[in-house]
C-alpha cells in the first residue's frame, strides 16, 4: 500500500472498475430493493443538499445489496420546464434573438441541442460521489418512454373526468408569462403600506373605509364584505356601494371569511385577483373582473386612464385619484410577505386564466387512506401530521405552463373551440369523426411536477407490463427532504395508487436541510453556498471568491460575500476526498429537520481516513506472507477475543442503525470502534503477540488483525466505498477472501459465539489501569516516554490474577518501570492517584518531579487561570454584556468560567502534593 492515503489517486479508478463490472446493476436474486433517486434537474449542478441526500440514499443501496437483496437504484433527470427554457432563452438572448424568433419547433431542437451537450454535468458528479446507481436504466423525464406514460395518464384522468379545464387563479409570473407551482414562490417580508379607502354607498347616505396592500387592483372589486354577526354592519348587507374611479355599483356581502377585528371589519372583495377572495366569489356567485394583462398590466376592463400601465405605476395613479376625490383616508407603513418568482425574481400576481387541472379530492382520499393503516410509513412518524394536514385541505391541482419546454398537452381545439383529448390527434380524429376538420393543439405543457408523480412507476416501463415493474415495484423506501411532502411525495402516492393499485414505495425518509455552522439556509444571495466537490478536490482561495460572487441574482450584495469568505477560508478548502465528506454526511443524518454542516467535522473525518489508512499499512506489514493460521495451531489471547468480541457488538449496533434508519448512530459506532477499539488499543496489545509470543499467539493475533480488518471494511463501506475498496483488494487476499469488490461482498451479522464477556471485563481492567497512569502523567506534566513505577492499593484477588494475566500489557503500554500490589497494612509513599473501579492505582511522587521546577511550572499556571477567572467574573457581572450578548454568547463565557475555576482546584491539589514531596 502507499505510504499516504490520497483519495485522487484511487476514487476515479474505483468508481470505473465498479461501473464497467456492471456492479450496480440488480443480481436478478433475493428479494427486490429498490430506490428512485429523485430526479435531479438536467440543468442542475450538485449542491450539499443533493449530496447529503445521495450519500444516505447510496449508504441505504450499498447495505441492502452487501445484505444480498436484488437492489436496484434507479437514476434519472427532470426536464425542469422553465429552469431549462431559461438557461436556453439566456443563450439565445447573447445572440440577439428570442425563442419568439425561432418559432416552437426549431427551438425544441435547440433546447435538446443544449441537453446533449450540456445535460450530463450533474451524472458525472454523481460518480463523483460514489453514486452505485444502475446507469444503464437512466431515465428521463422527456424521453419517449416517459412520454408515453405521461400521455396516457393525462388520458385516463380526463377520460375519468378527474382533469378538467377552467377558468380558475393561478400564481402568475408576469415576467415569464407562465403559472407556476407554490414550490417556485418564495415568499419575503418586505416593507409596504396599508392604503384605507373609502366607498360611499350607492344611495348616498353612508360611506364604508376599506383597506388594502394592492390598491390598484380595487379597479377589479365586485363586492365589500362584512361578517354577518358584526352588529356594525348587519343593516348594510344587501345595500351596494359605487366603486371610487370606476363608478361601478357593487353588492355589501355577508360572509363568514371576515375577520371583523381586522382594520374597519369592511373587505373589498377582487375575485380576479386574491385567491382568498376567489372562493368568496365563488360563495356568492359574483363576477370576476381580470384587470391584468398576463405581464402585469393594466387591461381594456379597467376605465381607460389607467389601461395599459405597468401594474406599480397604476398603483400610484389610483392612489393619487383617490386622494384628489377626498376618498383617502389613511396610508400605514406595512411590512408584508411579497411572494417573488424563484427564476425571475418577479412579484407574483393571483391570475384569473384558463388552465387544466386535475381533481385532486378523489385521488387524496385512498392516499391518506394508505399511510392510516400502516401501507406506507413515515421516518420520522411525526411527519404524517404535514402529509394528512396538506392533503385534507387539498385543492385541485394546476397543471398547464404556458411555455415551450415540456410534455405538450394532448388536446386539440376545433374552429368552435370543442376541446379534444386523445393520445395523439390520428386517435382524436378517429375517435370523434372529425375526418379533415381544422384542429389546433393546445399550446402549453405539462408542470414537471405531473411527470415527477409518474416517476416510480414510468421509469419501471409503465404502462408496458415490465418484468421491472413487476420485480421493482411497490419501490422499497423514497428519500426526500420535507419541503417537498406536498408536491412531490403526496402526488407520486395518489398517482401510485390511481393507475398501479399500490402505493408506490413502503416507507418515506424525511431528511432535514443542510444549513451552513450558523444554522442559516445555503443560499447563493447568502453567500454560505459550499460545493461539495470543492471540499472534495480542494480549491484556492481567488477560485472560491470568483465562484461564489459569480452569475448573483443581487449583485450588489457581491463585496460582503467577498469578505466573508476571505475570513472564513483565508487558506481556501484544502482537499479531503469523498469518503470524508460522505462519513461527515452520515454522521449528521439525525431525525431533526436541519442538518448543520461544519467544514472542521470533514478534516477529522479526512484523519479517521488516515486512521484506517495507516491501521490496515501496520496490519500488512504483519501479516502478507505471513502464516495467519493455515499453518498450524493457533492460539487467541484475551486481546483477541476481546476485540472480536466488541467487533460483534458494533455490528449489532450498526445494522440495528441502519434498519432505523440512523446513518448518524451507524457513523458513531464504526468510528468509536474503529479509532478507539481496533487502532488506539488493539493494534498496540497486538504488539507483544508478534514480538515475544509464541509461534501459535503469533497466529492467532495475525489472524485477528487481518480478519478483524476485512470484516471492518464491509461494515464501512457502505458510508465510505472508496477507501474501503482500496484497502479490501489488498486485504481480502491475506484474510482468504476472494471475490472481485467489497461491494459484493456479504454484510457483516453478528455471532453470538464471538461474544466474550471474561475477555471483554479482562481488557477493561487493563485499559483502566493504563488510562490511570497516563491520566497521572498528564497532571503530573511527566513525559510520556519515562518508565514510572506503579503501586496498586485495595487489590481484590480478581486484581491480582489480572495483574498475573496481563503484567506485560500493562507495562508495555503504559511504560511502567515497575508495578506491585500493596499488603493490606502497607502505607503508600506521597502518590498521585488514579482510580480504577475500586481499586487505587498510584505513581509515587519522589524521584520523579523536580519539585523547585514544577512549583513554579504550577504558579505559572495559576496565574494564568486567575487572570482567566477575574476577566470573565467582570465580564459576566457586566450588566449590560448580560442583558445585550446572545444567549450562546453569555451561556459560552460562564462555562468558561467554570471550566477555569475547576482548572485552578486541580492546580491548587497538584501543589499540595508536590509541596508535601
Known amino acids: 500500500m502507499e505510504k499516504t492515503y490520497d483519495p485522487s489517486a484511487i476514487e476515479s479508478r474505483l468508481y470505473e472498475l465498479w461501473e464497467q463490472g456492471g456492479h450496480f446493476a440488480p443480481s436478478g436474486e433475493g428479494s427486490p430493493y429498490c430506490i428512485m433517486i429523485p430526479p435531479p434537474n438536467v440543468t442542475g449542478t450538485l449542491h450539499m443538499g443533493h449530496a447529503f441526500q445521495d450519500t444516505v440514499m447510496d449508504a441505504l443501496v450499498r447495505y441492502h445489496r452487501m445484505e444480498g437483496h436484488n437492489t436496484l437504484w434507479q437514476p434519472g433527470t427532470d426536464h425542469a420546464g422553465i429552469a431549462t427554457q431559461m438557461v436556453v432563452e439566456r443563450q439565445l438572448e447573447a445572440e440577439g434573438l428570442s425563442r419568439h424568433d425561432l418559432g416552437r419547433e426549431p427551438f425544441l431542437e435547440r433546447v435538446w441541442q443544449w441537453k446533449a451537450e450540456s445535460g450530463g454535468t450533474i451524472q458525472n458528479q454523481l460518480r463523483r460521489m460514489g453514486a452505485s446507481v444502475d446507469w444503464s436504466r437512466e431515465r428521463f423525464t422527456m424521453d419517449e418512454g416517459l412520454s408515453e406514460a405521461v400521455t396516457e395518464v393525462f388520458v385516463r384522468l380526463y377520460e375519468e373526468d378527474l382533469l378538467y379545464r377552467g377558468e380558475r387563479l393561478v400564481n402568475w409570473?408576469?415576467?415569464?408569462?407562465?403559472?407556476?407551482?407554490?414550490?417556485?414562490?418564495?415568499?419575503?417580508?418586505?416593507?409596504?403600506?396599508?392604503?384605507?379607502?373609502?366607498?360611499?354607498?350607492?344611495?348616498?347616505?353612508?360611506?364604508?373605509?376599506?383597506?388594502?396592500?394592492?390598491?390598484?387592483?380595487?379597479?377589479?372589486?365586485?363586492?365589500?364584505?362584512?361578517?354577518?354577526?358584526?352588529?356594525?354592519?348587519?343593516?348594510?348587507?344587501?345595500?351596494?356601494?359605487?366603486?371610487?374611479?370606476?363608478?361601478?355599483?357593487?353588492?355589501?356581502?355577508?360572509?363568514?371569511?371576515?375577520?371583523?377585528?381586522?382594520?374597519?371589519?369592511?373587505?373589498?372583495?377582487?375575485?380576479?385577483?386574491?385567491?382568498?377572495?376567489?372562493?368568496?366569489?365563488?360563495?356568492?356567485?359574483?363576477?370576476?373582473?381580470?384587470?391584468?394583462?398576463?405581464?402585469?398590466?393594466?387591461?381594456?376592463?379597467?376605465?381607460?386612464?389607467?389601461?395599459?400601465?405597468?401594474?406599480?405605476?397604476?398603483?400610484?395613479?389610483?392612489?393619487?385619484?383617490?386622494?384628489?376625490?377626498?376618498?383617502?383616508?389613511?396610508?400605514?407603513?406595512?411590512?408584508?410577505?411579497?411572494?417573488?418568482?424563484?427564476?425571475?425574481?418577479?412579484?407574483?400576481?393571483?391570475?384569473?386564466?384558463w388552465q387544466w387541472f386535475v381533481r385532486a379530492e378523489p385521488l387524496a382520499r385512498p392516499a391518506i387512506q394508505a399511510v392510516e393503516d400502516g401501507r406506507i410509513r413515515f421516518i420520522p412518524g411525526n411527519w404524517d401530521k404535514t402529509y394528512y394536514e396538506w392533503l385534507r385541505n387539498i385543492e385541485d391541482w394546476c397543471i398547464s405552463r404556458q411555455i415551450w419546454w415540456g410534455h405538450r398537452i394532448p388536446a386539440w381545439y376545433d374552429e368552435q373551440g370543442r376541446v379534444y383529448v386523445g393520445r395523439s390527434e390520428a386517435e382524436v380524429r378517429e375517435r370523434h369523426g372529425l375526418g379533415d376538420a381544422v384542429l389546433t393543439r393546445d399550446e402549453d405543457v405539462l408542470d414537471t411536477w405531473f411527470s415527477s408523480a409518474l416517476w416510480p412507476f414510468s421509469t419501471l416501463g409503465w404502462p408496458q407490463e415490465t418484468e421491472a415493474l413487476r420485480t421493482f415495484y411497490p419501490t422499497s423506501v423514497l428519500v426526500t427532504g420535507f419541503d417537498i411532502i406536498f408536491f412531490w411525495v403526496a402526488r407520486m402516492i395518489m398517482f401510485g395508487l390511481h393507475f398501479m393499485g399500490d402505493v408506490p414505495f413502503r416507507e418515506v425518509y424525511i431528511h432535514g436541510l443542510v444549513r451552513d455552522p450558523e444554522g442559516q439556509k445555503m443560499s447563493k444571495s447568502k453567500g454560505n453556498v459550499l460545493d461539495p466537490l470543492d471540499i472534495v478536490d480542494g480549491i484556492d482561495l481567488e477560485s472560491l471568491v470568483a465562484k461564489r460572487t459569480a452569475d448573483m441574482m443581487q449583485p450588489q450584495l457581491a463585496e460582503r460575500i467577498e469578505q466573508m469568505t476571505r475570513r472564513h477560508y483565508p487558506e481556501g478548502i484544502k482537499a479531503h476526498g469523498t469518503d470524508a465528506l460522505r462519513f461527515t454526511f452520515a454522521s449528521l443524518a439525525t431525525t431533526g429537520r436541519d442538518v448543520v454542516f461544519d467544514l472542521g467535522r470533514v478534516e477529522g473525518y479526512r484523519n479517521f481516513c488516515n486512521k484506517l489508512w495507516n491501521a490496515a499499512r501496520y496490519v500488512l506489514m504483519n501479516t502478507e506472507g505471513a502464516d495467519c493460521g493455515s499453518g498450524g495451531p493457533l492460539e487467541l489471547g484475551a486481546a483477541e477475543r476481546w476485540i472480536r468480541s466488541r467487533l460483534d457488538r458494533t455490528v449489532a449496533e450498526v445494522r440495528q442503525a441502519f434498519a432505523d434508519y440512523r446513518l448518524d448512530q451507524a457513523a458513531q459506532a464504526i468510528y468509536e470502534f474503529t479509532w478507539d477499539e481496533y487502532c488506539d488499543w488493539y493494534l498496540e496489545l497486538s504488539k507483544p503477540a508478534l514480538r515475544e509470543g509464541t509461534e501459535a499467539q503469533a497466529r492467532g493475533t495475525r489472524q485477528t488483525l487481518i480478519q478483524v480488518l476485512e470484516e471492518l471494511l464491509r461494515l464501512t463501506h457502505p458510508l465510505m466505498p472508496f477507501i474501503t475498496e482500496a484497502i479490501w483488494q489488498r486485504v481480502a487476499p491475506v484474510a482468504g477472501v476472494t471475490g472481485e469488490t467489497i461491494m459484493r461482498q456479504p454484510y457483516p451479522t453478528p455471532l453470538a459465539e464471538r461474544r466474550d464477556e471474561t475477555a471483554e471485563a479482562e481488557i477493561d481492567w487493563v485499559q483502566r489501569v493504563i488510562l490511570g497512569v497516563r491520566r497521572i502523567r498528564g497532571e503530573m506534566d511527566i513525559s510520556p516516554s519515562r518508565p514510572v513505577p506503579v503501586l496498586l492499593r485495595h487489590a481484590g484477588e480478581r486484581d491480582r490474577a489480572r495483574l498475573a494475566e496481563h503484567e506485560g500489557f500493562v507495562t508495555t503500554l503504559a511504560r511502567l518501570e515497575s508495578i506491585r500490589v500493596l499488603e493490606a497494612d502497607e502505607q503508600p509513599p506521597e502518590s498521585a492517584l488514579a482510580l480504577a473501579g475500586e481499586m487505587e492505582v498510584l505513581v509515587p511522587m519522589a524521584g520523579l518531579v523536580d519539585k523547585d521546577a514544577e512549583l513554579a511550572r504550577l504558579a505559572k499556571e495559576r496565574a494564568r487561570l486567575e487572570g482567566e477567572i477575574e476577566r470573565a467574573e467582570k465580564k459576566l457581572g457586566n450588566e449590560s454584556f448580560v442583558a445585550k450578548a446572545p444567549a450562546e454568547v453569555v451561556d459560552k463565557e460562564r462555562a468558561k468560567l467554570t471550566e477555569a475555576q475547576q482548572a485552578l482546584e486541580k492546580v491548587a491539589e497538584q501543589e499540595r502534593r508536590v509541596e508535601a514531596l
Open 173 to 353: 409570473d408576469p415576467v415569464l408569462h407562465t403559472a407556476v407551482s407554490d414550490l417556485e414562490v418564495v415568499s419575503a417580508e418586505e416593507q409596504g403600506h396599508i392604503w384605507h379607502m373609502v366607498y360611499p354607498l350607492a344611495d348616498g347616505s353612508d360611506s364604508v373605509v376599506v383597506a388594502t396592500t394592492r390598491p390598484e387592483t380595487m379597479l377589479g372589486d365586485t363586492a365589500v364584505a362584512v361578517n354577518p354577526e358584526d352588529e356594525r354592519y348587519t343593516h348594510l348587507i344587501g345595500k351596494s356601494v359605487r366603486l371610487p374611479l370606476v363608478g361601478r355599483e357593487i353588492p355589501i356581502i355577508g360572509d363568514d371569511y371576515v375577520d371583523p377585528s381586522f382594520g374597519s371589519g369592511c373587505l373589498k372583495i377582487t375575485p380576479a385577483h386574491d385567491f382568498n377572495d376567489f372562493a368568496v366569489g365563488e360563495r356568492h356567485g359574483l363576477a370576476r373582473i381580470n384587470v391584468l394583462t398576463e405581464d402585469a398590466r393594466i387591461n381594456d376592463n379597467a376605465p381607460e386612464r389607467y389601461q395599459g400601465l405597468d401594474r406599480y405605476e397604476a398603483r400610484e395613479r389610483v392612489v393619487e385619484d383617490l386622494r384628489a376625490e377626498g376618498l383617502l383616508q389613511q396610508v400605514e407603513d406595512h411590512k408584508l410577505m411579497v411572494p417573488r418568482g424563484d427564476r425571475s425574481g418577479a412579484v407574483i400576481e393571483p391570475y384569473l386564466t
